[in-house]
């Protein structure tokens, strides 16, 4: 449960007609690409059952999935994640016509800087202090999501604070006072329930202050793994010079043209990507919202279309690696029993990697459904080659759109 979150009771929660969970289960094969990279610049990876598979992180594809137009058309407004927050802030007061320098005091403030304090070290001073002395942008101590709202409910708190201060502002900017009544005015935002946009209520919201209410996630994106063992190959390359050409007489004429070398690590590899999305978490995290219910019964369709049409955004420029799911599996569930179906792939697909992933994965659920009850009412599977067959017991989409509309009936039946 959310701080400061009241219990919600059972009947706001009949709209989902027992439905508490979707979960997303697919399948894509991408060509060469550079997806997702470590510290080091080498694809990232990881062990299963022993062997070594492909890898891309949870962080990737939630990244992608918030920023990608699928998610802005089908939810409509989202929020932004940032550490510049006192910088839109102070943006918004100086158009709000508070002089520049004392907007910057009080970006200072809302960056966790004591104006009371006076710092004799450039050692001592805080960093947002150090940037703001450089000229760079000031920032909070850590990166958190904001809603429109929340940056508009700052602005005019921040406004309304500055109004108080008593002649000349600047100067009392920096009193204990002044202090205390800033601190006192961001803690009220912890306290003070407003709406969330659906991204701040899928993916959540870790905080280190005051200011914000910390929010719980109700959606969880398992790292992607490879159904193939990795394979990471080695692409080198050289940039030509168009005025280099060997063919005059000068210290250059050996040289063809190339003005600089190196070479990137890609691979090429079939993912199994899986999601799960508490559908109860999400009706609380939207509490006071309008458009509440309609934003979770919009979920598991939604969500489907981020998926289908949403790819890491690395290297794009280089290997054009934009594809469509090959397998698309979504399950609505009426037990919060989620389950993550890599187990299908324990033995590496190695060999017609795609068919084999798609049998391998189609076993797996109807092996499962035999064997333990996770709660599954409806389930729709997708596949783009319908040859390589489907389980049993599922109903049959034959496009992607085909899939959105079924889920859209059985949310709203």
């Given at each position: 449960?959310l701080?400061?979150?009241?219990?919600?009771?059972?009947?706001?929660?009949?709209?989902?007609?027992?439905?508490k969970?979707?979960?997303?289960?697919?399948l894509k094969l991408?060509?060469?690409s550079?997806l997702n990279?470590?510290d080091a610049?080498e694809?990232?990876?990881?062990?299963y059952?022993?062997?070594l598979?492909?890898r891309?992180s949870s962080?990737c594809l939630k990244r992608?999935?918030?920023r990608?137009?699928?998610?802005?058309e089908?939810?409509?407004k989202?929020?932004?994640?940032t550490?510049?927050?006192?910088?839109?802030?102070g943006?918004?007061?100086?158009k709000?016509?508070i002089?520049?320098k004392?907007?910057d005091?009080?970006k200072?403030?809302m960056?966790?800087?004591d104006l009371t304090?006076?710092?004799?070290?450039?050692?001592s001073?805080?960093?947002?202090?150090q940037d703001?002395?450089?000229?760079?942008?000031?920032q909070s101590?850590?990166?958190a999501?904001?809603?429109p709202?929340?940056l508009?409910?700052?602005t005019?708190i921040?406004?309304k604070?500055?109004?108080?201060?008593?002649e000349?502002?600047?100067?009392?900017l920096?009193t204990k006072?002044v202090k205390?009544?800033f601190e006192n005015?961001?803690?009220t935002l912890?306290k003070?329930?407003?709406?969330?946009?659906?991204d701040?209520?899928?993916?959540?919201r870790m905080?280190?202050?005051?200011?914000l209410r910390?929010?719980?996630g109700?959606?969880?994106v398992?790292?992607?793994?490879s159904?193939?063992?990795?394979?990471?190959e080695?692409d080198?390359f050289?940039?030509c010079?168009?005025?280099l050409n060997g063919?005059?007489?000068?210290?250059e004429?050996?040289?063809?043209?190339?003005?600089m070398m190196?070479?990137?690590?890609?691979?090429?590899?079939?993912?199994?990507v899986?999601a799960?999305?508490?559908l109860?978490?999400?009706?609380e995290n939207l509490s006071?919202n309008?458009d509440?219910?309609s934003?979770?019964?919009a979920l598991?369709?939604?969500f489907?279309?981020?998926?289908?049409?949403?790819?890491?955004?690395?290297?794009?420029?280089?290997?054009e690696a934009?594809?469509?799911?090959e397998?698309?599996?979504?399950?609505?569930k009426d037990?919060k029993?989620?389950?993550?179906?890599?187990?299908?792939?324990a033995?590496?697909c190695?060999h017609?990697?795609?068919?084999a992933?798609?049998?391998?994965?189609?076993a797996?659920?109807?092996?499962v459904s035999?064997?333990?009850?996770?709660?599954?009412t409806?389930s729709?599977w997708?596949c783009e080659?319908?040859s390589?067959?489907?389980p049993?017991g599922?109903?049959?989409a034959?496009?992607?759109?085909?899939?959105?509309?079924?889920?859209?009936e059985?949310m709203n039946?």
């Amino acid at each position: 449960m959310l701080k400061g979150k009241r219990q919600m009771s059972e009947s706001e929660f009949t709209f989902l007609n027992g439905n508490k969970m979707v979960e997303f289960h697919m399948l894509k094969l991408y060509p060469a690409s550079a997806l997702n990279r470590d510290d080091a610049y080498e694809q990232k990876t990881a062990y299963y059952n022993g062997t070594l598979r492909n890898r891309i992180s949870s962080q990737c594809l939630k990244r992608a999935y918030r920023r990608s137009d699928s998610f802005t058309e089908a939810f409509r407004k989202i929020g932004v994640r940032t550490k510049r927050m006192p910088e839109i802030v102070g943006e918004r007061l100086v158009k709000a016509g508070i002089p520049q320098k004392e907007a910057d005091m009080i970006k200072l403030i809302m960056a966790g800087v004591d104006l009371t304090q006076k710092y004799e070290k450039e050692s001592s001073k805080p960093k947002a202090l150090q940037d703001y002395e450089k000229g760079d942008p000031v920032q909070s101590k850590a990166i958190a999501f904001y809603t429109p709202e929340e940056l508009d409910i700052i602005t005019e708190i921040c406004k309304k604070l500055y109004d108080e201060i008593e002649e000349p502002k600047e100067k009392n900017l920096k009193t204990k006072t002044v202090k205390q009544n800033f601190e006192n005015g961001f803690t009220t935002l912890t306290k003070d329930i407003r709406p969330l946009t659906l991204d701040v209520a899928a993916f959540g919201r870790m905080v280190t202050d005051n200011m914000l209410r910390p929010v719980e996630g109700a959606m969880q994106v398992a790292h992607a793994l490879s159904t193939n063992s990795a394979i990471k190959e080695s692409d080198y390359f050289i940039a030509c010079d168009d005025l280099l050409n060997g063919e005059d007489d000068s210290e250059e004429k050996n040289n063809k043209g190339s003005a600089m070398m190196g070479d990137i690590d890609y691979d090429s590899a079939c993912y199994y990507v899986h999601a799960v999305a508490d559908l109860e978490q999400f009706t609380e995290n939207l509490s006071g919202n309008e458009d509440k219910e309609s934003l979770v019964k919009a979920l598991p369709a939604g969500f489907a279309d981020v998926m289908a049409y949403t790819d890491p955004s690395a290297r794009q420029n280089s290997f054009e690696a934009h594809v469509l799911p090959e397998v698309l599996y979504v399950e609505l569930k009426d037990k919060k029993r989620p389950l993550n179906r890599m187990k299908a792939f324990a033995k590496p697909c190695d060999h017609n990697v795609l068919e084999a992933s798609v049998k391998a994965l189609a076993a797996n659920i109807e092996t499962v459904s035999q064997k333990a009850d996770l709660g599954v009412t409806h389930s729709v599977w997708y596949c783009e080659d319908e040859s390589f067959g489907a389980p049993s017991g599922v109903t049959i989409a034959h496009s992607i759109p085909e899939l959105e509309k079924i889920l859209n009936e059985w949310m709203n039946s």
